[in-house]
């Protein structure tokens, strides 16, 4: 642009969207949020049926943090600790023993550091 072009190219109180955004028009959140409630078919157990894409985006996460997967473990549960915190936090519940193998168990079949102590 030139010089000339930058010092005139809006006057001082004179927006550079004067009609601004159409009534009607949605922004992304608003999108998304219709995208995801629409309804989509599934077939689970032989059976045809119709669920929201929410829902068929959280059975997809779930599967995926049942199968091994990580970062869809760690997602739902950074989401369940958001969303649905305990009814008294103050508790703590104890790790026993058995938890802690089958902890290592895991990290082990993962490929992870779950044998060493």
Same mark, same amino acid.
């Given at each position: 642009?030139?010089?000339a072009?930058?010092?005139?190219?809006?006057?001082?109180? =004179?927006?550079g969207?004067?009609t601004?955004?159409?009534?009607? #028009?949605?922004?992304? #959140?608003?999108?998304v949020? $219709?995208?995801?409630?629409? $309804?989509?078919? &599934?077939?689970?157990n032989?059976?045809? /049926? /119709?669920?929201?894409?929410? %829902? !068929?985006?959280a059975?997809? &996460? &779930?599967? @995926?943090?049942?199968?091994?997967?990580? @970062?869809?473990?760690?997602?739902? !549960?950074?989401? =369940? %600790?958001?969303? +649905?915190?305990p +009814?008294h936090?103050? %508790? @703590?519940?104890?790790?026993v023993? %058995?938890?802690?193998? &089958?902890?290592?168990?895991?990290? @082990?079949?993962m490929?992870g550091?779950?044998? /060493? =102590?």
């Open positions: 642009m030139s010089e072009s930058n010092r005139t190219r809006f006057k001082p109180g =004179q927006s969207n004067p601004g955004r159409p009534k009607g #028009a949605l922004g992304f #959140a608003a999108i949020k $219709k995208l995801l409630h629409g $309804k989509i078919t &599934i077939t689970e032989g059976r045809r /049926k /119709k669920i929201s894409r929410a %829902e !068929a985006l059975h997809s &996460i &779930i599967k @995926k943090a049942f199968s091994g997967d990580m @970062k869809a473990l760690a997602f739902l !549960a950074n989401f =369940q %600790e958001r969303h +649905d915190p +009814d936090p103050s %508790e @703590k519940v104890p790790v023993e %058995e938890d802690l193998k &089958i902890i290592a168990g895991f990290l @082990k079949r490929g550091e779950g044998g /060493k =102590q």
